[in-house]
């Protein structure tokens, strides 16, 4: 970690927040939906194999 000479530490500025109450009504709200299906059967047969590929798929609704 580099320390803070004192011209450095003089040349930061600051700014002020907004009031609590203007956050509160100013928000974000994220809906994601995600879902991963995949089948393979291997019903009733001898020395075979199944595979399968998988879907995906994600929904992302901001407002």
Known sequence: MQ????AELAAESVELLP???TLL???NVAL???SNASLAANVLTVCSS???AA???IVVAQS
């Open 32 to 34: 994601i939906s995600a």
């Open 19 to 21: 009031g609590r109450e």
């Open 50 to 52: 199944a595979s399968s």
């Open 55 to 57: 879907l995906q798929g």
């Open 25 to 27: 009504a100013d928000f």
């Open 3 to 6: 320390k803070l000479t004192i």
